[in-house]
């Protein structure tokens, strides 16, 4: 059977109302983790109030070896 192992990355909203992520950051973080065999699983964001984002939570995972 096939076992994985899972990465879970939380990226910071910023601003002042929050819900802005960098992107470039974000495209480098996947990418580099792309490379070491992680794919995205699974993404989703923490909200504060009235819609705003806290976090942003990114759960990548890769077979086990």
Known sequence: TM???YKVISLEASGF???KLDEKKLG???NE???QG???SAAF???MQAGTTRD???IFKRQKS
């Open 17 to 19: 109302l929050g819900g």
């Open 33 to 35: 983790l792309g490379e």
């Open 38 to 40: 992680w794919e995205i």
């Open 45 to 47: 964001d923490t909200n």
């Open 28 to 30: 480098a973080m996947m």
């Open 3 to 5: 076992k994985w192992e």
């Open 56 to 58: 942003a939570i990114v």
